[in-house]
């Protein structure tokens, strides 16, 4: 009679005990008097939006009218609190000024289990990513650009040959693309290039291992990687105490081996190429790089570029690991591979959709070319083309590569600005509405038109700093903006010098966006044609 009892109670008391692990910080903003979303029951305010209930962009712009007089506000990440800042001087003053109480992301991926993403430049925290970020920092100046542009234009004129190939051939004048697979093959091609110093053509050879690694990494929209990315932001002890992460075995193999054979093949021949592989011998065998520039302006390598902070010209004397050295190879090239070929199927839509904006790039390009005598397309003259910036950088405000970034609080920290006042605690994280504040006509008037000339020498110094983050804010800004850049507007020149972008019948217009947790992708892809231009006289154009 009792066991019988005693067995429900038991449950009664586990059950009781999960529940109230769950709802422990239920009340958090409640004791401190913040305004907050109510949360859902273990799922708190994001589970829906990683179960892809919403697409990124609409999550975040309800999020930012939740509390539309309030400049911050709290919610909950499953059963975790956290802020949701609305306000671009409090996220200056948070991720700029007062960076070193927020110089963390929070990370839910362990470096000590996940050898590639844990141990990359974006999940590295403290000292350690200081570290790291000084390292790295002079890789990605302008004048290290200078010296790969050589490998992007090859890459990019590869790639032009291949669908000129295929266009003439086609029996239509054009070839129809889904333009996301096209930029992923090309932003494949050009990392394997200049980070790991591999020469790949993804369009003649469709299934190297290098493009078919590349689509396993950033896989995230299957049930099994969706149930990881919750296990690991809701119960990250027990995974790592499974050894569960988001990379699979063989893929952190096949980079290892790619690197490390690389680094070693290349030291026994002296073979030298101006790429990541280099730098990173040079690091390996504890020689400084350059000392990032500290006068080196992003003006001139376009808007949305983003400066080095004081950290880039930090001295590092920490040795590093090549597991630790691998890592950032491969971050390079999931962030590359990934982000820079959603930007580029973005800007191919909207020159497809708006012909009077494609038709004023394409004659800036011409410009350009009929100066260069025949020549190859020096980096210093694509930085000077003022429009294709234009483009690129309202392309970015449009569709940024991340609807949104966070911080988290590593020392306590008290906010006061004599309106509004509140205090973080360690641990506690916040999120920077980058979609939002890119969509807030407050800003950018008008915001769901594509307007380059909002990015014009006339009109670019009306946009509120802190409002404008496509590659982040702070010390801890997207490392990799010039490279991202760089590719992007060159692929842009040259294939606009030979083909037209023009919607076929399977273009979705207007895009709808898929309901993946991260980035922003079309929900159908982004299908054009690529019409070949009936001539390439440049000498004869007309240009008024």
């Known amino acids: 009679m009792l066991d019988t009892l005693l067995l429900p109670l038991g449950l009664s008391l586990i059950l009781y005990g999960i529940y109230k692990w769950i709802t422990l910080n239920n009340d958090y903003f409640e004791k401190r008097g913040i305004q907050h979303m109510k949360p859902t029951f273990a799922l708190g305010n994001t589970g829906a939006f990683f179960m892809r209930q919403y697409r990124s962009s609409d999550y975040m712009q309800s999020l930012y009218k939740q509390f539309p007089d309030k400049k911050i506000f709290g919610m909950f990440d499953f059963r975790k609190p956290f802020y949701f800042i609305r306000d671009p001087e409090i996220v200056k003053r948070l991720a700029v000024k007062d960076f070193d109480h927020f110089e963390n992301h929070r ?66 004048g054009g070839v129809d693309v889904e333009m996301k697979d096209l930029f992923s093959r090309y932003t494949n091609d050009v990392i394997a290039s200049a980070a790991f110093g591999c020469k790949v053509n993804s369009f003649e050879n469709e299934s190297n291992d290098f493009y078919l690694n590349g689509k396993k990494i950033l896989n995230f929209n299957s049930p099994k990687a969706a149930l990881k990315l919750i296990g690991l932001r809701l119960l990250p ?3 790592k105490m499974m050894d569960i992460n988001l990379t699979d075995s063989a893929l952190t193999k096949f980079f290892r081996k ?14 030298f190429r101006p790429d990541m592989i280099n730098i990173l011998m040079n690091v390996r065998k504890g020689k400084s790089l350059d000392s990032v520039d500290k006068d080196e302006k992003q003006s001139s390598e376009g808007f949305a570029t983003v400066e080095e902070s004081h950290i880039g010209t930090k001295q590092v004397k920490r040795q590093w690991t090549d597991d630790e050295l691998v890592a950032q190879c491969f971050l390079f090239f999931a ?19 708006n012909p009077d904006v ?15 005598n025949g020549k190859p397309l020096p980096y210093d003259v694509l930085q000077k083309m003022k429009y294709i910036d234009c483009v690129i950088s309202e392309t970015l405000r449009y569709w940024p590569p991340a609807p949104m970034t966070d911080r988290v609080c590593v020392k306590d920290y008290e906010y006061d600005d004599g309106v509004t006042k509140f205090k973080f605690e ?26 380059p000339e909002r990015f014009n020498d006339e009109n670019k110094d009306n946009i509120k700093p802190g409002t404008f983050l496509p590659f982040g804010t702070g010390p801890r800004n997207c490392i990799g903006s010039r490279f991202a850049l760089m590719e992007v507007k060159s692929v842009i020149y040259h294939l606009l010098l030979h083909f037209k972008f023009e919607p076929n019948e399977n273009s979705q217009i207007p895009i709808n966006l898929s309901k993946q947790p991260f980035g922003m992708t079309s929900e159908k892809g982004v299908n054009l044609r690529l019409a070949l231009r009936k001539s390439i006289a440049l000498a004869h154009i007309e240009l008024d």
């Open 258 to 271: 790619m690197v490390i054979d690389n680094i070693s093949t290349r030291e026994k021949e002296g073979i």
């Open 358 to 372: 494609q038709e004023k790039l394409y004659k800036e390009v011409c410009e350009i070319e009929k100066t260069l």
């Open 107 to 172: 990370s839910f991926i362990d470096e000590d289990v996940d050898l590639l993403f844990g141990n990359s430049l974006f999940m590295l925290k403290g000292e350690k990513w200081r570290d790291m970020r000084a390292t790295l920092s002079p890789a990605f100046t302008g004048s290290k650009m200078r010296q790969m542009f050589e490998l992007v234009v090859e890459n990019s004129s590869d790639m032009v040959q291949h669908f000129q190939q295929k266009a003439k051939s086609s029996g239509i």
């Open 426 to 451: 360690k641990g506690i994280a916040f999120w920077i509405p980058i979609y939002p504040l890119h969509h807030d006509a407050k800003y950018f008037p008008n915001p769901e038109k594509f307007d």
């Open 237 to 239: 002890g027990l995974m």
């Open 335 to 353: 962030a590359g591979f990934d982000t820079s070929s959603t930007l580029l199927s973005f800007v191919a839509h909207e020159l497809a959709v």
